[in-house]
């Protein structure tokens, strides 16, 4: 597994301090940074660290910082009802966890002090608190299965709702585009609450969000969508004032006045009635929109789709083979 899994350590190599009976085992361990605090040993293969159990191993490192040395397949089962409702199909849940194996597999870096964090800048781990009986079946349904494009790990992305059309990742991240990560219509995540929505944003919060944009335009007074990407997502957005305008970059702008409160930037409509404080907002979809769609997984596996067709309507070009072949 080693050989086909070069990025991640040696589970017996990395854990001297810590006795741990499973950790004699070959496999793979990937090393996910917890974070500073106080981290004891406990039952049959687990440790505590801040009032949560968690499997595996773990070292301190220097600077203090606790680092959990877990299997990926349990990692896995930790992040999979934390990305996805576990009440969801099977199918939609073996999409994820193959999304979760992969995204480890690609992203590890033995240069670095950890493979990952627990929180959305990677994946959310809690561990074992974390798992779900629905999601460990689909985890060991898919055990050791992941998604390639060509040779290599594919990159994975995913978020909640698309709205009908993924996003290419050149579009959302300005990165050089990926064959499999160009956008595709869907036609599957209808049944999400933010299929479609609306709301309203004050003029008085985007100022506050962007002052060094809006320093030179003077109070603003009404925003525009200057240009769309090819999904329909705001490329530019034009922020109106007084005395001139400006514009900013839509994931610039979504990111200021921040992504709970701008659901994604698939933005329909705009409406602004003269002197109101508020800006009214159409938009679709919930999260970046990138590659897989959650709710499209979860529409498709309804309509009887099984996780390796999910995966390649999200990720064309890209299939579900075994770690070790
Ligand atoms: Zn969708």
Request: contains cysteine; glycine residues 8%; hydrophobic residues 40%.
């Amino acid at each position: 597994m080693l050989a086909a899994a070069p990025m991640l350590v040696a589970r017996a190599a990395r854990a001297q301090t810590d006795a741990d009976p499973a950790m004699n085992s070959a496999r793979p361990a990937l090393r996910v940074l917890l974070g500073p605090g106080n981290a004891s040993p406990a039952v049959e293969g687990t440790f505590a660290f801040q009032g949560r159990l968690y499997r595996g191993s773990f070292t301190r490192q220097d600077d203090g910082q606790i680092v959990n040395l877990v299997d990926l397949e349990a990692y896995v089962c930790s992040v999979v009802p934390a990305e996805m409702s576990p009440r969801w199909p099977a199918a939609a849940l073996e999409a994820q966890s193959i999304c979760a194996r992969t995204y480890v597999l690609q992203r590890s870096n033995p240069r670095r002090a950890y493979d990952l964090v627990p929180s959305e800048l990677d994946q959310v781990y809690r561990g074992i608190e974390g798992e779900s009986p629905n999601a460990t079946a689909a985890v060991n349904a898919t055990a050791g299965r992941v998604l390639r494009f060509s040779a290599a790990f594919a990159q994975i992305a995913y978020s909640s709702c698309c709205g009908g059309h993924t996003e290419a990742s050149s579009d959302a991240w300005g990165s050089l585009p990926i064959p499999y990560l160009g956008g595709v219509v869907c036609t599957s995540c209808s049944d999400s609450p933010y299929f479609r929505w609306s709301s309203s944003l004050t003029l008085e919060s985007i100022a506050a969000s962007l002052p060094a944009s809006l320093a030179s335009i003077g109070d603003l007074v009404d925003l525009r969508i200057a240009d769309r990407d090819p999904s329909g997502r705001a490329r530019v957005v034009e922020l109106v004032g007084r005395n001139d305008s400006v514009t900013v970059q839509g994931s610039a702008f979504r990111r200021a006045v921040g992504p709970r409160t701008l659901r994604s930037l698939l933005i329909t409509a705009v409406q602004h009635w003269p002197d109101s404080p508020e800006i009214d907002l159409e938009g679709g979809g919930l999260g970046h929109g990138v590659g897989l769609c959650q709710w499209g997984a979860h529409g498709m596996a309804v309509a009887g789709a099984a996780a390796p067709a999910i995966l390649a309507y999200y990720f064309p070009g890209t299939v579900v083979t075994d770690l070790e072949r």
